[in-house]
């Protein structure tokens, strides 16, 4: 079955709601990379996560091992938050590689 | 953020051709990484590289794929001689930590297409 896997796989918003983005995965992880994809398909880091929580002006990332999921909250949405989020499974095997999620993709309505 | 670049941006060529695909990865950075998307798909692995070897490659990376940073220059991707299958956009990543862990800052990506 697949390592990662990300829901919702679409999200519809109005803007300023908040989004819930969540990424389960079934192996052990060094750390969970999120990533915003933009339409034209260049990817832009947004959390390295290996555990706990982190926070970027309206974006913050939890990940709970125990539990094998990864979140991403986006609060207050933009319209300029549209695009793909990727999650990637970093395993624990010291190799680096990535195993990415299908992703959610998120249009924000004005 | 850091910045990874990737030369061309489009190629279009024809079966069989060879193709050589550059990434200028963050200065600082001793790990390297190539991914392939296809339109619509999923983002998958195909190689790491460090040290001048590679250190991990996927069934994706086919006997006709082979990667190389010559002194320290571009970290390339060639493929010879190229499949229709080989048409998608692939992405260079370069990270310091590797097997320590830590943020890998993506290229542009590469847009082939193999007619």
């Known amino acids: 079955g697949q390592q990662v896997q990300q829901s919702p796989a679409s999200l519809v918003l109005q803007e300023g709601e908040n989004a819930e983005l969540q990424c389960n995965f079934s192996?052990?992880?060094?750390?969970m990379q999120w990533f915003y994809q933009r339409p034209g398909g260049s990817l832009v880091s947004l959390f390295y996560?290996?555990?706990g929580t982190k926070h970027s002006g309206r974006l913050t990332s939890t990940t709970v091992i125990k539990e094998r999921r990864s979140s991403l909250h986006i609060s207050s949405s933009q319209t300029t938050d549209s695009g793909t989020y990727l999650c990637?499974?970093?395993?624990?095997?010291?190799?680096?590689?990535?195993?990415f999620g299908d992703g959610t993709v998120l249009t924000v309505k004005p | 953020g850091p910045k990874v670049l990737q030369i061309p941006s489009h190629q279009i060529i024809d079966m069989g051709q060879m193709v050589t695909l550059n990434c200028d990865p963050v200065?600082?950075?001793?790990?390297f990484y190539w991914y392939k998307q296809i339109l619509g798909q999923q983002m998958e692995f195909l190689v790491n590289?460090?040290?001048?070897?590679?250190?991990?490659k996927s069934k994706l990376f086919k006997d006709q794929f082979s990667v190389e940073r010559p002194d320290g220059s571009y970290f390339t991707l060639k493929i010879q001689p190229t499949a229709l299958e080989d048409s998608a956009v692939y992405f260079c990543?370069?990270?310091?930590?590797?097997?320590?862990?830590?943020?890998?800052?993506f290229g542009p990506g590469t847009r082939l297409l193999v007619l």
């Open positions: 996560n290996p555990s």
């Open positions: 200065s600082n950075h001793l790990y």
């Open positions: 990637a499974l970093e395993p624990n095997t010291n190799t680096g590689k990535l195993t």
């Open positions: 192996t052990s992880l060094n750390s």
């Open positions: 990543a370069s990270s310091s930590g590797g097997a320590l862990g830590d943020t890998q800052y």
């Open positions: 590289f460090y040290n001048g070897k590679v250190m991990e």
